[in-house]
């Protein structure tokens, strides 16, 4: 079975796009999950011994777009650029995180600053029900954590975090599902084909 073309990659992003907009409409990001391969890993980091990592569409729809994103009702991910790499089945987006929720002193949105952006690895599926479709079989996030923790604090300050948003912000730590220390995470940091050097174009310096 062939390889993705350009054209079938960017009409997967569109619908991708379309998703996320519908997920931000009802609040509810887990209808994203069908995006994802059976055996798919999403993870990101919060601090250098506490990252975040779901392996497998289940936890993904359970962990990463449930758990993780409960109690941003009405929080939007623009994305603002995507560059996509059709050699290497790869797409980047970039995305702005806004709350929904209006400053009074600016009547602008309380937004986290910073860039943020997702990093995909695409594969049209070979197997089982997904056959023939193309689904992420990875997907790795950034942001400006520092900056999300002084917006959520500029909410709760300005009196207009709402119960949903704190109970939010109470589900950090090690004790929740999928974070791990650097040393037990289930899949890496970088994705496995990235890991194994698989798209490496630059050998490592050396002394």
């Known amino acids: 079975m062939s390889g993705p ?15 996320n907009r519908e997920a931000e409409r009802i609040g509810d990001w887990r209808i994203m999950a069908e995006h994802y391969a059976e055996d798919a890993t999403y993870g990101w980091m919060y601090a250098p011994d506490e990252h975040f ?7 993904i729809r359970d962990w990463a777009i ?23 089945k790869m797409v980047v987006g970039f995305w ?9 002193a600016t009547g602008e949105e309380f937004e986290i600053l910073g ?6 690895g695409v594969e049209r599926q070979t197997e089982g029900a997904d056959a023939g479709q193309l689904k992420f079989a990875w ?9 999300t923790a002084h917006t959520f ?3 709760i300050e300005a009196g207009k975090a709402p119960e949903t948003l704190l109970k939010r912000m109470s589900v950090t730590g090690l004790g929740v599902p999928g ?3 650097h040393q037990d995470l289930p899949s890496p940091v970088w994705p496995p084909p990235v890991e194994r050097g698989d798209h490496l174009t630059q050998k490592e310096a050396t002394s």
């Open 5 to 19: 073309t350009r054209a079938e990659i960017e009409e997967f992003w569109q619908s991708w796009l379309d998703i």
């Open 53 to 59: 990592m779901a392996v497998g569409r289940d936890q």
């Open 66 to 88: 449930g758990i993780e994103m409960d109690g941003l009702d009405g929080w939007h991910y623009d994305y603002q650029a995507t560059l996509i790499d059709e050699q290497n």
């Open 96 to 104: 702005k995180q806004r709350s929904g929720i209006v400053d009074d």
């Open 115 to 120: 860039i943020g952006g997702s990093w995909f």
């Open 139 to 147: 997907q790795r996030d950034w942001f400006d954590m520092p900056s």
């Open 153 to 155: 604090l500029k909410i």
């Open 179 to 181: 974070h791990y220390q």
